[in-house]
């Protein structure tokens, strides 16, 4: 994170009494500020509030809601680890690694998309704990449903935005991670991921 939006950060946090979701929420606004989803002109930070939603209705874990709205700032953005432990303390910062892919900067994104989803589906099938597979599945339904809005209006030209064109990959990905956290199969969330995975991917 710049200089500059560090300081900027301390003033907006330095409200006094603010609590820990709002502090993320300004915290995750500034890191992903101007920044669009894959394809289309959606702020990126509908993404991680949406995920943060998808938690809450799991869980009233505010560190693990927290947690959400900053899922993605690790990946994506400048911020560094130490950044995330000063302002959320290391309990915050933990799921937040925890739900961080290793991009392998040095290395073209389509080379390393399997290896860096069979990461992902390794750790939450032999390492993740509940709450962990809870961040996992709220951020993928969330994916599932921009997913599932926008087949419907382009067909296979969705899969052009992403690394991975073949949407049989991603199917089996989703799959995966379903199957990974199926210990919450009776959450709503996991009920509608499901059903999304089959109706994208499972027709016919």
């Known amino acids: 994170m710049t200089m500059e939006m560090s300081k900027e950060l301390e003033r907006m946090l330095s409200v006094e009494g603010m609590p820990l979701f709002e502090r993320a929420a300004v915290f ?3 890191a992903h500020c101007g ?5 289309n002109q959606i702020p990126y930070l509908v993404h991680p509030i ?3 939603a998808i938690v809450a209705e799991m869980t009233d874990d505010q560190e ?3 947690a959400a709205v900053l899922h993605d700032v690790l990946e994506d953005t400048e911020v560094t680890l130490l950044e995330l432990q000063l302002y959320f303390g290391e309990r915050v910062a933990f799921y937040v690694c925890q739900e961080t892919e290793d991009k392998r900067q040095e290395l073209p994104p389509e080379s390393t998309w399997l290896v860096r989803k069979q990461e992902t589906i390794d750790f939450l099938k032999n390492r993740a704990d509940t709450a962990a597979k809870m961040l996992a599945l709220a951020d993928k339904l ?6 599932a809005r926008d087949v419907e209006h382009m067909g296979d030209r969705l899969w052009e935005r992403f690394h991975q064109k073949d949407p049989s990959m ?7 991670v379903a ?10 969330a996991w009920k509608e991921y499901d059903r999304l995975i089959r109706r994208v991917f499972e027709q016919g």
């Open 28 to 30: 995750a606004t500034v």
């Open 35 to 39: 920044v669009t989803r894959k394809g």
């Open 50 to 52: 949406e995920t943060a």
């Open 64 to 66: 693990l809601i927290a």
């Open 142 to 147: 969330s994916n599932m449903r921009s997913v």
């Open 170 to 176: 991603h199917g089996w990905m989703y799959r995966q």
């Open 179 to 188: 199957e990974a956290v199926q210990e919450l199969q009776d959450y709503p």
